[in-house]
């Protein structure tokens, strides 16, 4: 199967031909073809640097690959919060280290 995609940042753009090649002759879309008919779409993605097909949760099916899809926004959540934690406890010893009060 043929695939277009992103020429920015590698996501999937189209299936459909004949907007594939228009993007591509713009400059706005990379051509790739073999690529397996029993994925879904937002699965699929190329590696810029090296024009690799990249399948999330490669050998699951589509069950699996969404069940690992809430695995991973879960663990991108949990990581967002630490992190705005670790920012916040920053932002204050820098104040107290100035000298400033924390509001």
Not at 12 to 37: H, M, S
Not at 54 to 66: M, N, Q, S
Not at 95 to 100: K, L, N
């Amino acid at each position: 199967m043929i695939y277009y995609f992103n020429s920015q940042n590698g996501m999937c753009a189209t299936g459909n031909e004949d907007a594939g090649e228009n993007l591509v002759r713009q400059g706005l879309a990379i051509k790739k073809e073999g690529v397996p008919e029993d994925v879904e779409s937002w699965r699929l993605s190329i590696d810029l640097d090296t024009n690799a097909l990249v399948v999330y949760a490669e050998g699951k099916d589509e069950g699996g690959a969404l069940d690992q899809k809430k695995i991973d926004n879960e663990a991108e959540a949990l990581a967002g919060k630490e992190k705005e934690k670790a920012d916040t406890k920053k932002e204050a010893d820098r104040q107290v280290a100035a000298g400033e009060v924390p509001a």
